[in-house]
């Protein structure tokens, strides 16, 4: 008996258009910096920011569905290995963000100087 393998060529070339497509908005978003996105402040960072880290989380689940061989899994493994860094990563980020803006509060406001 002798296995058949099947390509995997348009799956890769799939893979890649995806992530390629996501990468193209974010470096033009990046570029351009539209001033309803830029200016406009929601949850105290401003929505091109909620934008980048919602398509860079994104990114980072499909290269773990893709290059991890995640798609022929059950779910509730798939479920299992990415929401615990999904909700890590929220967690850091509410941290960094919380904590970044009382340092630059207290600087702000204080006869502490920025010396970094």
Do not use: C, Q
Request: net charge positive; proline share 2%.
């Amino acid at each position: 008996m002798s296995h058949v393998h099947a390509s995997n060529t348009s799956r890769i070339w799939k893979v890649f258009g995806i992530l390629s497509a996501v990468t193209i908005v974010e470096v033009i978003l990046g570029i351009l910096k539209p001033e309803s996105l830029h200016l406009n402040h929601f949850l105290g960072m401003n929505l091109l920011n909620w934008i980048f880290y919602a398509l860079t989380i994104y990114k980072a689940y499909y290269i773990v569905y893709a290059f991890m061989h995640m798609e022929g899994e059950k779910s509730s493994l798939r479920y299992a290995v990415v929401l615990p860094v999904v909700f890590l990563i929220l967690y850091l980020l509410f941290i960094l963000l919380t904590e970044g803006n009382y340092i630059y509060g207290v600087f702000k406001d204080s006869t502490i100087k920025w010396n970094f």
